[in-house]
């Protein structure tokens, strides 16, 4: 069996191929052949290694030195040095910027690892529908020294002192809420899990349920204990079909081995587990809504007092919590609070899991300690933005959320900080635009979905939005005036201001923040007349430059509306009060003489 | 019923006999010679095909003779490059791979799972787990 001795790993994630780590792999393989090595060294191109920002990486295997930003003119050097001599190039190391020493080996190279897994611990690691794999990872000892070591009220100061906080959107510090049900009096209280997962673009709590459902059960279970609950209700959109399957499988499993049922661990707990099914609308993530649609009524918010936590499904207290906020629980447990608050921020401890999603090379699910910069999750974990086009900005908190830009990318990623900068954490969808998109066309894109998920309570949010929607369809047809500016931006306050729940609270965040951000967008497409991202259609020009144009005819041929005139051999010419800018035209042309304006 | 798990320590001593268990997986006979195979089965990953990736996996692997256990886990979070797998060869490291379509498949069976050589389309682990923070 040919084993190589060496492997030389040649990062050919998208950002280092832009940074030709491809002909650095062939460099490294010729000369690794003119070296006569090559029965014994293997060149391997890998996926991204997330620390784009220094690359292209090569990286040695087995002694892991991590080299950084290698050109392809450090090929032979690399060969020659390392693997003939088994000297390591020292110029290539990485250099800690702090204490400027150079950093030989990616053992000790963990700090470029910028994702910390805690809530996703199990996801891709073990088997879900395997209640055996998760006890082997420590599943449900949490519970066990819960319920035979600590009374409710010290397994609540636990959570209170780990800072965990709600992971849905708010924030609330999730220890708090607990203690406040626990507070309330009553013969029956609920735990309910919010697997709603509304957001557009975000998946994280789905793959927390699909990858890892006994996490939550356990945590549901622990809660119950502290709250004094004995059911627990999981509300998830029905349109989670993989999600719902393995959370059911996951409750028998659980029924089985007696860690749902009665009499829990031999202490005489007991808890049980029901799932309920929403029909995916946006407004029933809300807690309030969420609650009335479990009960079998209208999905529609009440005002808050009275919370959940004293008066909630069937009127009894009710503790709500995301997927993904339970998911951290049996980790705070196994690990200690004082391990969990020394991760992330101060006042944002922990994690958040994102789904990095749009224009970034590397789509995909992530979790970062809080604090992290926007910078550091979309050029190094999301390898920077695709085709190498230019960054635009970032929309976090999905339609309750904003955009974020150039300006805002060194900001920690914390719950403050993104609401003192006009958007949210939300439940964690992360879009990443670039320069081709157009920042009124993404408000109104927001605004759609609003309109279209306001459940018409209250007249802010349902006139107001459908009255926003209108202005921002007017501006995006080249329609607006510039008073449209002010009118957009005193209507959002008003709405921001009146509305009964976050649905309407939060809808005209897009609004806002793209107004703040871009100004000079929204005026080019009221005051000149001109999308300066090309994409709002009723405002491109479609024309012919005459001194590229030949006069084959060609375009005025498939032009579906005849709006292409001139004679054979001479310039042609585009009437744009015809054109519908279809494109046709454009696609057409052999000789480049159409372009948009 | 005999199933259930009465305390703690009963639930320490299930685990401490699960995790000798899932190492070496009881199923083989020649447990040091046995490959382990993770295929993310999200829901991201079954729609870009990862079905087909393990139905493969286990009938080529079993018609080849290569003594091996794949099991489905969940989302890996490298969404960009679905379907991905892991695959532990006796006594390595776990290697993940990415865009394992079938053909991917029979490579990595022929290079690495037979001959322990790497294949290009490694995923490099990019994150810390709990365990080593
Ligand atoms: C319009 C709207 C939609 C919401 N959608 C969700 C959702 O899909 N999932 C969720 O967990 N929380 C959602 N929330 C937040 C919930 O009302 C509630 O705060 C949360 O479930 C509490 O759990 P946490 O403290 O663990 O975050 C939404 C809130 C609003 C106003």
New binding site residues.
């Given amino acids: 069996m040919a084993k190589f001795k060496y492997h030389v790993l040649v990062c050919g994630g998208t950002g280092c191929r832009a940074s030709q780590s491809e002909t650095i792999a062939a460099n490294i393989k010729r000369a690794v052949a003119e070296n006569n090595l090559a029965n014994e060294v293997q060149v391997i191109k890998t996926g991204c290694f997330g620390f784009c920002e220094k690359g292209p990486v090569v990286k040695m295997v087995p002694d892991n030195t991590f080299y950084v930003q290698v050109t392809p003119g450090d090929a032979d050097e690399l060969v020659l040095e390392h693997l003939v001599k088994g000297r390591k190039v020292k110029r290539l190391l990485y250099v800690d910027p702090e204490t400027h020493t150079a950093v030989s080996d990616s053992k000790h190279m963990d700090f470029y690892k910028k994702q910390l897994r805690i809530a996703l611990r199990n996801c891709g690691f073990i088997d879900p529908e395997n209640i055996e794999e998760y006890i082997a990872r420590d599943g449900y000892s949490a519970l066990g020294t819960v319920l035979e070591q600590y009374s409710p009220e010290k397994a609540i100061e636990v959570v209170k002192a780990s800072g965990l ?8 510090p ?1 220890g708090l ?1 607990w203690e406040l049900t626990r507070k309330s009096k009553a013969e029956q209280k609920f735990v309910v899990c ?6 557009p673009g ?1 998946f994280m ?1 789905r793959s927390i349920l699909e990858g890892d459902p006994h996490s939550v059960l356990e945590a549901m279970a622990i809660c119950g204990y502290c709250i004094g609950a004995d059911k627990g209700l999981i509300y998830i959109r029905a349109e989670y079909p993989l999600a719902i399957k393995r959370l059911k499988i996951a409750i028998e499993q659980a029924r089985k081995y007696g860690f749902l049922g009665n009499d829990i661990f031999g202490s005489g707990f007991n808890f049980d587990v029901t799932i309920r099914y929403g029909a995916g609308a ?9 609650i009335h649609s479990m009960e079998g009524k209208r999905g529609e ?1 009440t005002v808050k007092p009275p919370f959940p936590a004293q008066c909630g499904y069937q009127g009894k207290p009710t503790n ?7 998911a951290n629980i049996p980790v705070i447990f196994l690990k200690g609070a004082d391990w969990f608050s020394n991760i992330g921020t101060p006042k944002s401890p922990g994690t958040k899991v994102f789904a990095l999603a749009g224009k970034v090379n590397n789509v995909g699910l992530i979790e970062v300690p809080m604090g992290t910069t926007l910078r550091e999750v979309i050029f190094d974990i999301g390898g920077g933005i695709k085709s190498g086009k230019k960054f635009k900005a970032v929309q976090t908190g999905g ?2 959320g904003g955009c974020l830009t150039e300006k805002h990318l060194d900001l920690p990623i914390d719950y403050e900080t993104l609401v003192a900068n006009g958007s949210m954490m939300g ?1 964690g969808g992360m879009i990443v635009m670039d320069e081709d998109d157009c920042m009124v066309s993404v408000a109104k894109f927001y605004l759609d979905f609003t309109v279209e ?1 306001s459940c018409g309570k209250c007249s802010p949010c349902r006139i107001g939005n459908k009255r926003l929607h209108e202005l921002l369809d007017k501006i995006t047809l080249g329609q607006g005036e510039e008073a449209d500016l002010s009118r957009l931006r005193n209507l959002a306050t008003v709405i921001k201001d009146t509305a009964l ?3 309407g ?2 809808s005209p965040n897009p609004v806002l923040s793209t107004l703040d951000n871009f100004p000079e967008e929204y005026e080019a497409h009221v005051k000149e007349g001109k999308c300066p991202a090309g994409q709002c259609r009723a405002l491109m020009q479609y024309v012919i430059d005459p001194n590229l144009c030949v006069g084959c005819t060609l375009c005025s041929r498939v032009c579906p509306v005849d709006a292409i005139s001139g004679s054979k051999k001479t310039p042609h010419f585009i009437n744009s009060m015809v054109c519908i800018k279809c494109g046709a035209c454009m696609e057409k042309c052999k000789f480049g003489a159409i372009s948009v304006q | 019923m005999s199933d259930k798990v009465r305390n703690l320590q009963e639930l320490r001593n299930l685990r401490d006999e699960l995790k000798g268990r899932l190492l070496l997986r009881e199923k083989s006979k020649a447990p040091e010679k046995l490959v382990q195979i993770k295929v993310s089965m999200a829901t991201c990953g079954i729609a870009s095909g990862a079905r087909e990736t393990m139905s493969y996996l286990i009938e080529e692997l079993d018609q080849q003779g290569v003594d091996a256990i794949v099991t489905q886990t969940g989302c890996m979070g490298y969404c960009y490059a679905e379907p991905t797998i892991e695959v532990t060869l006796p006594g390595e490291k776990p290697v993940v791979f990415g865009h394992v379509d079938t053909v991917k498949a029979a490579e990595i069976i022929e290079k690495y799972i037979k001959k322990g050589e790497l294949v290009d389309g490694i995923i490099p682990d990019t994150y810390n787990t709990i365990d080593n923070k």
């Fill in positions: 906080r709600g992971r849905g959107g708010g924030g609330f999730t809420k919010n697997a709603d997962e509304g957001d975000a709590d946006f407004v029933c993530g809300e807690e309030t809504a969420l918010p709500v919590n995301n997927v993904e906020t339970f339609p309750s439940s998920e729940c976050g649905l609270q939060t």
